[in-house]
């Protein structure tokens, strides 16, 4: 009897010219007890440490609701020489009827040194079929960016909460949906953290009768955890994106915008401040006879909703916070799709503030 091959987290060795023939023993040796399912590529691209492993165990977590075909790249550009390992497994979840396995394939790869050069012909070789690719993007963007890897991909998936120069940052894969003609999707899972949060505000709203605020907004309080300044920017220009507010001027944690209209421009004060707690703690957003707040307190799984007139009754509701992890920010995402139009908006209308 031959000896079972050797396994890792990421799943059996094997050739980097043998991945289709092993691939096809791993649902021939499950004799029709697992279901192979993908409607997508999903490639993840690390240069950290012990990022196969960490990755793979999100990647097992996420295909429970994405079949995909998963692509994990560890890169280590900066190691001597030239090494390539390659690993081949499955990802397998009980189907809602529970009678079958439905399994997602994950190719896993070590890139050492000169062979991290190698990235696109390797993605581009494991791509199944003609389904969309979707690269999840773990570093810094470095520059120049790569116009063969960047021609084949439908929407990078980044977190811009990390990045240590966002304009910087931003230009790059500007540059990169230049390249491919327009045709990539950004998708920034910092935009991701606030999408309860605006749909908190937005319902406010919701209403003909309480449209008239929406012109008389005169002041705006964002409270956010040490770090994630940059969320709290993101929102400011969701605000001033859809509200059609014009920037003036910025200060630190000061920031102005004006309105124009009627014959007259109307300014509106945002404040910033750093709080222990969630990405964003409280929002608040004043007009001139109105208050209109939504809080999110540490480890809460609901936002607490409120609105009060100057003179007059005032309004409690809880609303979902959402999560802010990693595996469901990236859940998230890959559900909700769309080009996005908002975010670059958004983005556009706060870049100098960054």
């Known amino acids: 009897m031959s000896a079972a091959p050797e396994t890792s987290a990421a799943g059996v060795p094997v050739e980097i010219g043998k991945i289709d023939r092993e691939l096809k023993k791993l649902w021939d040796d499950a004799g029709g007890a697992m279901t192979r399912a993908s409607l997508i590529n999903l490639a993840v691209y690390s240069e950290a440490p ?26 280590d550009p900066a190691a001597p020489g030239s090494e390539v390992e390659a690993w081949v497994g499955a990802h397998c979840h009980v189907s809602r009827a529970g009678s079958k396995q439905v399994c997602s394939e994950q190719l896993s790869f070590s890139l050492k040194g000169k062979s991290a050069a190698l990235l696109s012909n390797i993605v581009f070789a494991q791509l199944d079929s003609d389904l969309p690719l979707n690269l999840w993007w773990q570093e810094e963007f470095s520059s120049p960016m790569d116009p063969q890897l960047w021609a084949w991909v439908d929407r990078v998936i980044y977190d811009s909460q990390t990045w240590s120069d966002f304009r910087a940052q931003m230009s790059l894969v500007q540059t990169a949906q230049e390249k491919a003609r327009q045709r990539i999707v950004l998708c920034d899972l910092n935009w991701m953290r606030l999408v309860h949060l605006r749909l908190a505000l937005a319902q406010f709203f919701d209403h003909p009768i309480t449209h008239h605020h929406l012109d008389a907004i005169a002041a705006v309080q964002i409270e956010h955890a040490p770090g994630f300044r940059s969320t709290a920017i993101l929102l400011v220009g969701w605000l001033a994106a859809q509200l059609g507010w014009d920037s003036a001027r910025g200060a630190g944690n000061s920031l102005g915008f004006e309105k124009k209209g009627s014959g007259e421009v109307r300014a509106i004060k945002v404040t910033l401040s750093e709080n222990k707690g969630e990405a964003i703690g409280s929002v608040t957003v004043w007009s001139a006879t109105a208050e209109f707040r939504v809080e999110h307190k540490a480890g809460a799984d609901l936002l607490e909703v409120s609105f ?46 960054f």
């Open 50 to 75: 012990d990022s196969l492993g960490k990755n793979t165990a999100i990647l097992s977590e996420i295909t429970e609701n994405h079949a995909c075909r998963a692509i994990v790249i560890a890169a």
């Open 308 to 353: 009060g007139r100057t003179r007059g009754r005032n309004m409690q509701q809880l609303l979902p916070a959402g999560k802010g992890d990693l595996v469901s920010l990236v859940k998230e995402e890959l559900m909700r799709g769309g080009p996005h139009r908002v975010y670059l908006r958004a983005v556009e209308k706060v870049c100098e503030f």
